[in-house]
Structures are given as structure tokens and as C-alpha cells.
């Protein structure tokens, strides 16, 4: 699995294990460690689709009612006479939540607290989240710097928290990660949450998820796509696969965009933008899962929807063998052609979100996109070739990323805005 922060990459870093009080929390040993050299021992004290947000210095708060209205249903009746809720209906049902909690933490915006004395050495745990970005993510590095300062710190810091999360099932010592572990994980998150966090890294997020109004749910939600990662390794079909693609993707846009902020002048509705950004982290995975079919095989593992390979009269035997034949391209050609749509949903989005925050997404978007283009290039063989996006388009995309985050917001009203 591959998680995706607009511009994620897979993780590779060590995992280890720290202990707190009587807790053993898996880490990855690098991202847990202090800068060295420093010679600090300090404690830390404790002090889908869109949110608004206040950023100091920023256009300032938004308030937005949600109307809690019923998605066309998809939900499907089970053997006990009891309504069993579609993949797709869960999730709209979290964004519905999302953008009606705003309102209420909107009435009471938290106060950002930094104990006197503490500020420089907050300063110093945003930056090591910025180098593990550069170190690990440099593509995704690069898009922060152009977004405003605090955004970007704030965006690194969810950056790391995510990597770590990946690197429990994901990382060389997943093997040895256990449903307790995760379990561990979680509660520290709680704490995190509550203003208790354990080292420098819990402390730049916490400080984040204090300064913009970011919920826990959708971080808790990638956990549970962790725990479903470590103990499914096939999806029957494409409502499974969005569950999951939910869990370890889309929350990333529904954590993101609170930090990005909508545009002042923006008439869309919250959850529109939830939506779009939920479309754009799903539609990444998606894309995620498309170019790494060869390298999940490897792994035993097949991330495709299972009845729609047997509707091409595909099964995991012909995965497993590597061969491009007819069936698989026409296989893919439908793989890609949804990926495409929910692109397309989320583009937009783009164009309702901050400013400062359109071009970096923007550009994130565009070259994920074209990554689509490249398996096609590839003759759909994601086998033994990897797509990748070359240096030479990416510094293409750039400038006409910028001139996409030209385009002004909404001006039209839409149905759930009062």
C-alpha cells in the first residue's frame, strides 16, 4: 500500500519501538528521533468536502450550515431484512459530519497555546518535519514551499504523522506489528488530540490540529485502514476497494483541507469542497494501486476489484503471470477511465479553495493525472514498467498549474450554503 498527501510517496525508513509509561508504540526509528546535536532533553508539555479555517494573518473564519441531505441510495438488503449501507454512503455520512462539526467548533475556536519558552523549540519540531518531507517526499516538499508559511508547516505535519501510520504496516518490521499495536497507536493519537503529545513530532501536529480546525476522525479512520490493510489482501469488489481507498487516502483530503482554507469569496458548499477534495485523495490511490499492480503481486497482494477482473474473464493467476493481453487492456482502460472521473470531480474544488493553496494542489493533481497517461504509454504493462511522470513535464505543469489557480471561485450559490 501507498499512501498519497497530494504528493505521498511510499515509505522506506526503519520502524522501531518507543515506550510510554506501560505502552510499547511501534515508531519509525528515524522519524522519532530529535535532531542531533542539539543536546535537548526537553519534555513536551501539555498546553469530506471542507472546513473553514483561521490562519493568522488570513481572511479569517467562515461560518456554513450543512443540511444533512440522503445520497441517491446504494444500500443493499441483507439476509436478516436489515439495510446494510453501501462503501460510498459511510464515507458521504463522514463528510455530512465533518462539515456540520465546523459550525459548532466555529462558535468556540480553540485558542493556540504555546507554553512561554516552548516556541523555539516547536519551531525546531516543524522543522524536522519539513526536512523528514524533503528527505522522503521531495516532490511533495517542493509543492509546499509554494504554499504560505504556516500552511505549509502545518501541512508537513500531517505529512509525518501519516508517514508513520503507513510505516506500521508498510514498513520492514510490519511483520511484527500487531492489532495492539495499532490499538497503541490510536490511543496516543487521543492523547495527541487532548494536548498530551509524547515527542517533538506529536507536538508540531498537535499544534496544528489545535490552530485549524482539523477533527480526529479522519485520522482515525487511516488507522483503521492500516488494521484492514494488515488483514485483507483482496476486494471482492469495487465498494470494498473504496472503503479502503477511503481509509488510506481520502482521509488525507479531509485532514488537508482545513489547512488549505476555501477562498473568502468562495459561494460553493462546505461539503462540495469535502467532496472534491475526498475525489481527489481516492482518485490518487486509485492511481497508486494502477501503476503499482507488478509490485503489490510480489507482495501476494492484489488491489483490484475482484468480480470486475472476472467480468474481463481475468483472475489473480494472470496477475501473478505478468502478461499484458488483450483482456488486461481492456481491464485497465475501465481502471483508468474512473480514476479519470474522480480527478475531474475533484478539479472542482481546486478552484474554490485559498489563494496561496490552489497552485500547489493544482499541480499535485496535474501530475498524479499524468501518471495515468504513462501506464497508457507503457501499453498498459504495470507489470515490469513503472509510470512515472519525468522531470521535463513536471517543470511543464508547473506554469500551467499556476495559471489553473487563476481560475476565481464559485459564484454561484450552491444548494447546501444558507
Not at 514498513?171 to 497507536?185: C, E, M, Q, S, V
Request: aromatic share 8%; proline share 5%; glycine share 6%.
Amino acid at each position: 500500500m501507498s499512501l498519497k498527501l497530494l504528493w505521498f510517496v511510499s515509505s522506506q525508513s526503519n520502524l522501531g519501538f518507543l515506550h510510554h509509561g506501560n505502552r510499547s508504540l511501534p515508531c519509525p526509528n528515524l522519524l522519532f528521533q530529535h535532531r542531533a546535536g542539539k543536546g535537548k532533553n526537553q519534555r513536551w508539555k501539555p498546553h469530506f468536502c471542507s472546513l473553514r479555517t483561521h490562519v493568522p494573518g488570513s481572511e479569517g473564519l467562515r461560518r456554513s450550515k450543512v443540511k444533512a441531505t440522503v445520497m441517491p441510495t446504494m444500500a443493499a438488503t441483507s439476509s436478516a431484512g436489515e439495510i446494510a449501507m453501501s462503501s460510498e454512503e459511510k464515507v458521504y455520512n463522514v463528510v455530512l459530519k465533518q462539515a456540520a462539526l465546523v459550525n459548532e467548533q466555529l462558535r468556540s475556536p480553540r485558542v493556540d497555546v504555546v507554553v512561554p519558552g516552548d516556541l523555539s523549540l516547536l519551531n525546531e519540531a516543524y522543522d524536522r518535519c519539513g526536512e523528514i518531507c524533503a528527505e522522503y517526499a521531495k516532490t511533495f516538499y517542493l509543492g509546499t514551499l509554494l504554499m504560505t508559511p504556516e500552511r505549509r508547516r502545518a501541512i508537513w505535519a500531517i505529512y509525518v504523522w501519516c508517514r508513520r501510520t503507513d510505516e506500521l504496516v508498510d514498513g520492514p518490521n510490519a511483520p511484527h506489528i500487531t492489532p495492539t499495536a495499532l490499538d497503541r497507536w490510536e490511543a496516543r493519537l487521543e492523547d495527541l488530540f487532548n494536548g498530551r503529545p509524547f515527542d517533538m513530532l506529536d507536538a508540531a501536529l498537535a499544534n496544528t490540529v489545535n490552530k485549524f480546525l482539523v477533527n480526529i476522525q479522519p485520522f482515525k479512520d487511516m488507522i483503521e485502514g492500516m488494521r484492514m490493510d494488515s488483514r485483507k489482501s483482496r476486494y471482492k469488489n469495487f465498494d470494498e476497494l473504496y472503503l479502503y481507498c477511503y481509509y488510506v487516502a481520502g482521509t488525507v483530503g479531509l485532514m488537508s483541507v482545513p489547512v488549505m482554507g476555501i477562498a473568502p469569496e468562495s459561494l460553493a458548499s462546505t461539503e462540495s469542497v469535502y467532496n472534491a477534495a475526498l475525489a481527489l485523495g481516492i482518485a490518487n490511490q486509485l492511481t497508486n494501486i494502477l501503476r503499482d499492480v507488478g509490485e503489490d503481486a510480489q507482495r501476494g497482494r492484489i488491489y483490484l476489484p475482484q468480480d470486475e477482473l472476472a467480468q474481463e474473464g481475468l483472475s489473480d493467476e494472470d496477475i501473478f503471470s505478468g502478461k499484458v493481453t488483450d483482456k488486461w487492456r481492456n481491464f485497465m482502460k475501465k481502471q483508468i477511465k474512473r480514476a479519470r472521473m474522480l480527478f475531474h470531480e475533484a478539479e472542482k474544488g481546486v478552484k474554490e479553495l485559498n489563494a496561496s493553496s490552489r497552485w500547489p494542489v493544482s499541480a499535485s493533481l496535474m501530475l498524479y493525472k499524468q501518471i495515468l497517461d504513462e501506464i497508457e504509454a507503457n501499453d498498459y504493462n504495470n507489470f515490469t514498467k513503472r509510470a512515472y511522470v519525468s522531470k521535463a513535464k513536471k517543470l511543464i505543469a508547473l506554469p500551467v498549474a499556476y495559471v489553473r489557480s487563476l481560475v476565481a471561485p464559485s459564484t454561484i450559490r450552491s444548494s447546501h450554503r444558507n
